[in-house]
């Protein structure tokens, strides 16, 4: 009698789950308190996952240089967890100074976990991420006979819906020095989208406030 595959018709994320499961089984094929690791798991987890990172500018039309560089406008760095055929999974969303190995670097290590797969455009910054540990690195070159093309297009994707919710919601009036907040509420409320349970959300907010610093009304005047 032949073999079944014990993963057919699983994703590779379950199959992930199943062979860390069985690696922390007893003799008695019990998993005891004491050998579950959650940095583990989600290291696990981590090696299947396609992040694709990219910048976009926030502070809307400007004269002068366009792209990186410009004047007048906070740069944004994006990182986007791609699902099986196109879809999006969490995003991360953070300010840098500019798109310069120094600053992108650190901002990813902090963002993407180790073990994940790491997409970008040619953009000489993320050269780096080939000599770190930890981190697979995937280009995509603009193809010069094909301009329309887009590299990094998950990226886009959510830069143009976080876009879109600063000017709806928000009528554009978002001061740079209050951006990382914005941008953490609308990371919270994308990564969130399909929770059906309103306690999780509340439960998941208030978690969260605990474990960030305060903020002041006073230190939002100083900075305006």
């Known amino acids: 009698m032949r073999q079944q595959n014990v993963f057919s018709g699983v994703t590779d994320a379950h199959e992930v789950l199943i062979r860390h499961w069985q690696s922390r089984r007893d003799g008695e ?64 969303l953070c300010v840098i100074p500019d798109a310069s190995g120094d600053s992108l670097i650190p901002a990813i290590k902090a963002m993407v976990a180790p073990g994940s797969t790491i997409r970008t455009d040619g953009w000489k910054g993320y050269n780096r991420l080939k000599k770190e540990k930890g981190y697979k ?38 001061h740079a020095s209050h951006l990382p907040y914005y941008l953490d509420e609308y990371t919270f409320r994308f990564n969130r989208r399909y929770f059906k349970s309103r306690g999780k959300l509340f439960y998941g907010l208030l978690e969260q406030c605990l474990q960030i610093s305060r903020v002041t009304g006073s230190s939002f005047k100083k900075s305006d």
């Open 29 to 92: 094929g019990r998993v005891s308190r004491d050998n579950i690791d959650p940095g583990a798991l989600r290291s696990a987890l981590a090696c299947i996952s396609i992040v694709e990172v990219d910048e976009t500018l926030i502070g809307g039309k400007r004269s002068g240089k366009r792209g990186r560089g410009a004047e007048g406008k906070t740069l944004v760095l994006v990182a986007v967890e791609e699902r099986k055929k196109g879809g999006i999974g969490r995003i991360r």
């Open 137 to 174: 690195h995937i280009v995509v070159e603009h193809e010069e006979d094909n301009p329309g093309e887009d590299p990094t297009p998950l990226v886009h994707r959510i830069a143009s819906l976080l876009k879109r919710w600063l000017l709806g919601t928000h009528q554009g009036a978002v």
